[in-house]
């Protein structure tokens, strides 16, 4: 407050001195005024008592010709005595007031004050008369004091005032020539003064009117421009800015974007409740009234209640022009305006954060969403109850396996984050295989953007505890799955399902490739028939077959992805549109089998696989310069290897030979791959019976 | 029946974060997230802090940790005391806590009790709302606690 | 400033207490004139203590710290009081400004919080 005012005084210094000195100049030239008067009626008086000096020596000489006159003609000279007395008393006081200054008889018989000459032509003058007078005094002396005064006497004393009266008269005439030019000189300065300190005066006031319209003018146009600037960010303001008074009236000014935010027309002094009110619900207005309220009392401390804004996202229904109803999240911020410390406003910011509040709950809604298809229950129920029991043994499996893996991270010093999503992928893998020989497409669907969730997790600079958690949600939605799918099926079966130990069905294995064959190949736009020659598979244990199962899912899937080409390629080749992939189970020697996948595909290509091993990072051009054509074929099947560049449900992800490889060395076999580049490839597997560990430990 | 959903666990784990960082600036990482089952129950430390949930949820939060934990935890709070009560109180403080932090994403229908709190050796997790109850292993400093998420949305 | 401290875990009561003595909060004199446990506690020692400033928690056993703080704004509508709670829903913690807090504060807080939360409470 106190540097306002002092801001303020600046502002206005000028303007104050100037009028301050424009009141000094009007003083100072009434002052001098009054002075100057007072002396000019000074110098009036002498002017107009030297000019009676004049009449007087004149009346004198009058008055003693006269006594002369009534003298011989035997007359009384009574009446002449007295009036010369009269006369030459009055001429001889003035005289002598003109000498020193003093009190003299006036014009009108009163006593006026007479300064005394200063000139020095008037000093002059007035000594040369006095010399003329003192002879005149002494020549009409007798006249006036003596009673009886002799002829000769008066004769003396007429030749003397005949003989100077004209000297006199010229004197007292120069005397009052003299007083008039001072009293003339003194009032030209008069005027002159009065000309400078007038036109100073002037000066001075246009100064201050110049000064002053001038400031006028400037703080005019500042405002001007605050305001222009004020509209400007009104205009422009993405945000909605409104004060809101105690009454919960909006204020007069608000931004543009308020409009736009609230899509309604907002008139000043509009009434936010009840704006509110028209598109929230009247909880929401229950709690932002009492907010708003709160913060108009000085009750609360606005700093310790900002996060209970009950408006800082909230759900709105707003209506357009055309009456078109969308739900908004609008984003209301309250902050105190004070003036002279008391809260004479709330300034309101407006935002729309409808996509932010969007994004969030879509990111929400992918990660918890549970609902089982109705088409997927109808798949469920149109599969053989048995395979469907084998499928959803070997889901639980998986998904046991990977809780448990979930649950490693915890147990060990420093959790391998890395290892555990490969040995997920590798489960979950198995599934999606399973799901799709099925034909359970949703199931198929879900397994992989789970995977592509984990493979996306597995990219990560830095894997952490808290990426495993989306992993343990969906998990659980797995969990859930499987767990009302078999409430359905023992409740359509009427058997407890998950007792049913699982049974691998060699007879539908061939239907099941084939079927699954279609259905990738449809998928990726291509063509391929499978056909199986599987005259020894009756011969080998069910826990084998289950095992071969997997891993001929798993190569039948790399067939028709990595191996088959597209129809357009193939004919270019000179090959029928339709791939073929040939399945085969001999036994070669007793006890000896041999597992065949041979596809008529591009065959494996080993600068294929050098770029992308390069593209990968997972070898450097020296290394792989260094290696046999073997070891490059033999490199697709270590861990997120993939020639593919992008990811779809059947391949690309990098896992399935890494899995093929496992399972292999699980069942005690050995693989082969024969491949000759635009010709074939073959996948051959050599096991023994009883040499198996699958097959020891059933 | 409504499932609770990732970012509804999340909302636990940041409110766990946040806890450990404001009151020691250094924050409490996710070690691991499992599910756990009536054969593998979750796992619980020297004590043990339960809210019980009612209103429009029902179940329960469980926070447990280890002695050692909690010690830390109470001298980076400057708490002179350390006797068997301060303990069970902290562990209890700390799930109502986490209980009433979640309430901002849950909202005020989702009403928390007042904590309970238990030192080991405990009887089993009364009977769990889920069939799967949320483990999430947490790891502040070099110490590990639980933080189990039991809860189901009833309307 | 005479200031009361109002929460069921006695683990809290000592870090407000702690908090309260520290330097920055020197000039508003404070002296802890009480601590309670829960709401029946609070409300029988604000007769005693008559306390200018008052920490609140919620969730607390016998009365809560809504109810709580309604009834000490009756007895004396010029204390201060700060509720401290982990509840996060705005309902309940403006419920408890209308009944007459003035400010609240989240729960985990550290101590810079509760230092500007008091200092923003008394100024």
Not at chain 1, 439 to 466: A, V
Not at chain 1, 474 to 487: A, G, K, P
Not at chain 2, 109 to 128: D, G, K, Y
Request: charged content about 20%; glycine content about 6%.
């Amino acid at each position: 407050m106190s540097v306002s005012k002092k801001q303020g005084l600046g502002k206005y210094r000028v303007i104050v001195i100037a009028v301050a000195l424009f009141l000094v100049f009007d003083l100072g030239v009434l002052i001098l005024n009054f002075f100057t008067s007072y002396q000019i009626g000074q110098d009036a008086i002498s002017i107009n008592l030297a000019g009676r000096q004049r009449m007087l020596s004149q009346r004198m000489t009058k008055s003693l010709l006269i006594i002369a006159n009534d003298a011989s003609a035997g007359r009384d000279i009574g009446a002449g005595k007295t009036e010369l007395k009269k006369t030459v008393g009055l001429f001889d006081s003035t005289l002598k007031a003109f000498h020193t200054g003093g009190s003299v008889m006036g014009g009108n018989d009163k006593m006026v004050e007479l300064n005394a000459i200063t000139s020095p032509k008037g000093l002059q003058i007035l000594s040369e008369a006095s010399t003329i007078w003192q002879g005149y005094t002494l020549a009409t002396q007798p006249i006036i004091t003596q009673a009886e005064f002799t002829p000769e006497q008066l004769t003396t004393a007429i030749t003397y005032a005949r003989a100077n009266n004209i000297k006199l008269l010229g004197l007292m005439n120069g005397l009052t020539n003299d007083l008039e030019k001072i009293a003339s000189a003194k009032a030209e300065r008069l005027r002159l003064v009065q000309t400078i300190g007038i036109g100073l005066a002037l000066l001075n006031f246009g100064f201050i009117l110049f000064k002053f319209i001038r400031s006028l003018r400037r703080s005019d146009e500042l405002v001007e421009q605050a305001q222009q600037e004020t509209d400007e960010i009104l205009a422009t303001v993405k945000e909605g800015l409104f004060l809101l008074d105690e009454n919960l009236k909006i204020g007069n000014q608000y931004s543009a974007s308020l409009r736009t935010i609230l899509l309604q027309e907002i008139k000043p002094g509009a009434d936010f409740i009840a704006i509110l009110g028209s598109m929230s619900s009247s909880e929401t207005l229950v709690s932002a009234r009492d907010y708003i309220e709160l913060l108009f009392g000085n009750h609360v401390k606005e700093n310790l209640i900002i996060s209970l804004n009950p408006l800082s996202e909230v759900e709105v229904q707003l209506t357009d022009s055309r009456g078109k109803s969308d739900t908004r999240y609008l984003s209301f911020q309250f902050n105190r305006v004070l003036v002279a410390d008391k809260i004479s406003h709330l300034l309101v910011t407006v935002q729309d954060v409808t996509e932010r509040v969007h994004l969030v709950t879509a990111l929400a809604d992918v990660k918890g969403q549970s609902k089982v298809e109705l088409s997927y229950l109808q798949k469920i129920l149109a599969i053989d109850h048995e395979q469907m029991h084998n499928f959803l043994a070997l889901m639980e499996t998986s998904l046991t396996n990977i809780n448990a893996a979930l649950q490693q991270a915890s147990e060990h010093g420093g959790a391998d984050y890395h290892s555990i999503i490969n040995k997920i992928l590798r489960e979950t893998h198995t599934i999606k295989g399973e799901a799709a020989t099925l034909g359970l497409e949703s199931c198929t669907s879900n397994t992989h953007s789970f995977e592509q969730e984990m493979i996306r997790i597995r990219n990560l600079p830095h894997i952490q505890g808290n990426d495993m958690v989306g992993l343990t949600v969906r998990l659980d939605d797995f969990f859930e799955r499987l767990h009302l799918v078999r409430t359905i099926m023992s409740s359509v079966t009427g058997a407890n399902v998950s007792t049913l130990t699982p049974v691998a069905h060699a007879s539908n294995l061939v239907d099941d490739m084939q079927l699954l064959c279609l259905s990738i190949a449809s998928d990726q736009q291509k063509q391929a028939k499978l056909t199986a020659d599987l005259a020894a598979l009756p011969k080998l244990p069910e826990c084998l077959t289950k095992e071969l199962r997997n891993i001929t899912i798993q190569l039948l899937r790399n067939a028709v992805s990595h191996g088959i080409e597209t129809p357009d390629e193939r004919i270019l080749l000179g090959k029928s549109p339709t791939g073929s992939i040939h399945l085969s189970c001999k036994e070669i020697q007793k006890d000896q089998f041999e597992w065949v996948i041979r596809d008529d595909g591009h065959g494996l290509d080993p600068e294929r696989i050098k770029s992308a091993l390069l593209r990968n990072n997972y070898y450097d051009q020296e290394a792989l310069t260094s290696m046999d054509t073997r070891s490059i074929v033999m490199k697709i099947f270590e861990p997120g290897f993939s020639t593919l560049t992008t990811a779809h449900a059947n391949a690309g992800h990098g896992i399935g030979l890494d899995l093929i490889l496992d399972k292999i060395n699980a069942i005690g076999g050995r693989l082969h791959v024969k491949t000759r580049v635009n010709h074939s490839t073959e996948f051959i597997i050599h096991f023994a019976l009883g040499r198996s560990p699958v097959a020891q430990s059933s | 029946m409504h499932k609770i959903n990732e970012t509804e666990i999340h909302v636990f784990i940041d409110a766990i974060g946040h806890y450990f960082n404001q009151i020691s600036n250094e924050i409490a990482i996710v070690k691991a997230a499992y599910l756990a089952s009536d054969a593998e129950p979750p796992p619980l430390y020297d004590y043990l802090g339960t809210i019980n949930l009612s209103g429009d949820y029902q179940g329960s939060i469980y926070f447990s940790a280890p002695r050692i934990l909690i010690r830390h935890l109470l001298i980076a709070m400057q708490e002179p005391n350390r006797t068997e009560q301060d303990f069970l109180d902290a562990v209890g403080e700390i799930a109502n806590t986490l209980a009433g932090n979640a309430r901002k994403h849950f909202g005020e229908f989702m009403n928390i009790s007042v904590p309970t709190s238990t030192a080991a050796p405990f009887t089993e997790l009364q009977n769990s709302t889920r069939i799967h109850p949320f483990v999430i292993m947490i790891k502040w400093r070099q110490y590990h606690a639980s933080l189990v998420i039991d809860m189901e949305r009833i309307h | 400033m005479k200031l009361m401290i109002v929460d069921d875990s006695s683990i809290i009561r000592n870090r407000i207490a702690r908090i309260s003595r520290h330097v920055d909060l020197a000039k508003l004199e404070i002296d802890i004139v009480g601590q309670a446990s829960n709401g029946k506690e609070a409300v029988d020692l604000f007769v005693k203590a008559h306390p200018d400033i008052v920490t609140m928690d919620l969730t607390m056993p016998e009365m809560d710290g809504v109810e709580c703080t309604k009834a000490l704004a009756y007895m004396n509508p010029a204390v201060r009081i700060l509720v401290i709670s982990a509840l996060s829903d705005k309902s309940t913690a403006l419920k408890a400004l209308k009944n007459g807090a003035s400010g609240f504060l989240y729960k985990p807080f550290n101590d810079e919080q509760l230092i500007s939360a008091l200092e923003s409470l008394v100024n």
